[in-house]
């Protein structure tokens, strides 16, 4: 080959190959989403509808919520924010819905649709303590605070959620002086809270109004946090279930799928894991916990499979374990990581008491009573909920024995509530300090 051509074949190999390291668009974002954001709010102030305008996923699927018309189940979705590079309109589109330029990828986000009804709040507090930020909905045409958009603040405070955008909703059904007023609640309402300073947009998510604003305002008050990914991996298991149709052939059957998110560490695809505290037991009359133990044998997250996963957002953990173990959420609540390498478990233990002087989320204004002796309470830690019955009393403190034990470092905070009617209402948060 002449030397000219030769040169001209090399810079053409040369340039293809630079050409290939260049990422596309698509592959700026990681498959994995960076951070879980939670919709927090009142029942029907429109959460899962405003999941569902971010994402493309409704996520009430569940028959009953179907049926009733409202979040029971924590329901997940993701998306990408983007950014228009000719008029900097915030989208979930790659084509700039404004002027159809070219729109350049900012972050995946896992949503977390927590569920409003006073009936289920069990099921919003597991949920929040996997939410890095939070959108809190509240309807326009409603006075605020409604009970449980002030039981839900009060959550995401306790668990300790940092940064949160309120979102005024259905702006569409209310008068502009109203949505004023309204406006003036929620500032009211957050005046002396730690999120006084939040910022409040108003939207309409049924007729897609302000979306690129609170895509503009996520990106900007709820940062992705730093992620430890040098510590023994620790997931919490907010879901689990059985993927098998019904009728499936036995060389068909797959393992039970886990779904939570990993506070930190990471986990590979074949990685022998525990689970904590595991499944019951019944031996010569007593009953007691013992740690399952299985083999990582997929992993998903933001809709593909992937070999490994960090801390950030929602992932599936597909395993071993015999379906008929993990069916309707029966592994809620429990500890992933690698044996003998998590938290210990909980029978027994004592909680520094920090009681709120209000209770939250009843529609008559209630004082918090001091705790009882031989009271139950619903306890809620990282993904787990239990009810805990007092056997002791001390000053600041009381000592809980567990129905469900949970797993959890001592130091780990632990929401309280109390049942006070049909319902159990949060009246405050303690810190386990010791237990058995």
Known sequence: ?????????????????????KPSKKSDVPV????????????????????????????????????RGITIRLGYADAIFYKCEKCGFYTVKNKCPKCSGEAVPLRKVS??????????????????????????????NETCPQPQTREHLMALQIVGVKNIVVVQNKIDLVKEDDAMKN??????????????EAPIIPVSAQHNINIDLLIE???????????????????????????????????DIVGGVLGGALFQGRLKVGDEIELRPGHEIEFGGKKSWKPIHTKIVGLKTGGASVQEIVPGGSVGLMTELDPAVVKSDSLTGNVVGYKDKLPPVWQTFVLETHLLD??????????VEPIKMGEPLMLNVNA?????????????????????????????????????GARFRLIGYGIIKQGK
């Open 1 to 21: 080959m002449p030397r000219a051509k030769k040169e001209t074949a090399d810079k053409k190999v040369e340039d293809k190959k630079v050409e290939d390291k």
């Open 32 to 67: 994995q989403p960076a951070i879980n954001i939670g919709l927090v709010g009142h029942v029907d102030h429109g959460k899962t509808t405003l999941t569902e305008r971010l994402s493309g996923k409704w996520t009430d699927t569940h028959s009953e919520e179907v049926k």
């Open 111 to 140: 949503f977390v649709d927590a569920p409003g009804h006073e009936s289920l709040m069990a099921t919003m507090l597991a949920g929040a303590t996997i939410m890095d930020g939070a959108l809190l909905l509240i309807s326009a």
């Open 183 to 196: 406006y003036e609640q929620i500032k009211a309402f957050l005046k002396n809270t730690e999120f006084a």
């Open 217 to 251: 305002a996520i990106e900007t008050a709820i940062p992705t946090p730093h992620r430890d990914v040098s510590k023994d991996p620790t997931l919490f298991v907010a879901r689990s279930f059985d993927v098998n149709r019904p009728g499936s052939k036995i060389k």
């Open 358 to 367: 209000r209770v939250v989320g009843a529609k008559e204004d209630l004082v």
């Open 384 to 420: 787990a909920a239990t009810v805990g019955v007092v056997t002791q009393l001390g000053k600041n403190s009381f000592t809980c024995l567990l129905k469900l034990p949970v797993c959890a470092e001592a130091g780990s905070r632990v929401t309280i509530s109390r049942k006070l």
